[in-house]
Every structure is written in structure tokens, then in C-alpha cells.
């Protein structure tokens, strides 16, 4: 149980244009999702908290305009990449908090990387 | 800021040896603590977490957790070469659901 998915897994697009990147929670609802980024030999780095119809709460120094998060129902949350530029180019990976949880413990998708040519 | 500080490694360990992972956090307002798994171009994987001071063992994983020192560490039994990855400390901020992670400890077990 408890198992993450992200589409795609992997994507190239060009400079200007826009990403989506989808977060399910398969077997869960999810109250809340975790955005996160990661650069080569880097940390985890929280880029914004998705909250079921509501607005996400970034973090700061994240463009909010630049990163639009939809949050739209308790198994789906997407991360849009808008105007994507090479600076982008990163390993996206989503988290989910079960609706009912009983740890704080965040289940992890497999990630999405993110190539701006 | 809200830290958590480990060392970067690379720790080297000899198969069957214990690997002893460390880390510290800056936030007396935590209270949750996780361990993560992470290979090369894979997401974390869940090790194992710890509410309570003392010890917590699952398998061959040792959490230890000393909130008056705000430390937790890690200790890996009978290390195998598949444990080569890099471990992840994560606490969560002020009792809230967000995890602040750490840099990352690498560990390299070597036949």
C-alpha cells in the first residue's frame, strides 16, 4: 500500500515552453502533497506544500508564477513549469500525507526529470 | 533557519561492518524524525523513523534519538554492498507535516 505515482518519469521540452507534472496518490487520499526539487549531489529542497482545495503555500525564493500547483482532488496534485528554461532542469519529485495519518511520514513518488533545452 | 546537518561522506565501510550515520537538527519544536534511502536517480525510500528518545530497531537498522542534544543517528548492521546509497535525515518542522532533509550522509560499502 500507500504507493506514489508521477507522469512522467522523464521529459524534454524546450526553452519558453510549459511542463505539467502529475503527483497520484494510488491507494490513498492525501490531504496533502510535497513538492519538491533536487539538483545533482544536492538535498532535497521543498519547493511548495499542496493542500486539497486550497491554495499552495510556497516556499521562499519559489516563484509562485513560475510554479503553478493544482491540487484538485485527494489523489491528484500537478506542478506546472511555465516558461521552462535550461536553469530548470532538475529532479522533481512529489510526496504524499495520507488523509488519516498515522506517522508523519510523507510516501514519495518516483520523480519526474525535467531536461530544458 | 531551520537546519539539519549531516556530514556528506563519503562513509566507507567494509561489508558486515556497522555504518554509523549522524545528524543534527536545530529545531527543539521537532518532533518527528526519518531516515531515507536514496540510490543514484531514484527517489527516497522510507529506512525507518523515530518519535521517542532512546532507541527504535528494525532488522539490521539501529534509529537512536536524543532530543536534549537534538541528535539522531543511524546505525546500519552487517553492512551490504547494496546499502552503498545515500541516507537522508529528515525532521519534521515545529510538529508540523514538513520535512526539513538534510544533505545527505553517502555511504560506500565495499566487499
Known amino acids: 500500500g500507500a504507493v506514489v505515482s508521477q507522469h512522467p518519469s522523464w521529459v524534454i521540452c524546450k526553452s519558453g515552453t510549459s511542463v505539467k507534472i502529475e503527483c497520484r496518490s494510488l491507494d490513498f487520499q492525501a490531504t496533502t502533497m510535497f513538492w519538491y526539487r533536487q539538483f545533482p549531489k544536492q538535498s532535497l529542497m521543498l519547493m511548495a506544500t499542496s493542500n486539497e482545495g486550497s491554495k499552495a503555500t510556497y516556499e521562499q525564493g519559489v516563484e509562485k508564477d513560475k510554479f503553478l500547483i493544482n491540487h484538485a482532488s485527494l489523489t491528484l496534485s500537478t506542478l506546472t513549469v511555465t516558461s521552462a528554461h535550461p536553469e530548470d532542469s532538475s529532479f522533481y519529485i512529489c510526496s504524499a500525507l495520507p488523509r488519516l495519518p498515522t506517522s508523519y511520514e510523507q510516501y514519495f513518488g518516483p520523480g519526474t526529470r525535467l531536461t530544458v533545452t | 533557519q531551520k537546519e539539519v546537518e549531516q556530514n556528506s561522506g563519503p562513509l566507507s565501510v567494509p561489508e558486515g561492518a556497522i555504518a554509523s550515520l549522524n545528524c543534527t537538527y536545530s529545531d527543539r519544536g521537532s518532533q518527528s524524525f526519518f531516515w531515507y534511502r536514496q540510490y543514484s536517480g531514484k527517489s527516497p525510500e522510507l529506512i525507518m523513523f523515530i518519535y521517542s528518545n532512546g532507541d527504535k530497531e528494525d532488522g539490521r537498522f539501529t534509529a537512536q534519538l536524543n532530543k536534549a542534544s537534538q541528535y539522531v543517528s543511524l546505525l546500519i548492521r552487517d553492512s551490504q554492498p547494496s546499502d552503498s546509497a545515500t541516507y537522508l535525515c529528515?525532521?519534521?518542522?515545529?510538529?508540523?507535516?514538513?520535512?526539513?532533509f538534510g544533505a545527505g550522509t553517502r555511504l560506500a560499502v565495499h566487499p
Open positions: 529528515a525532521v519534521n518542522e515545529g510538529g508540523y507535516n514538513k520535512l526539513i
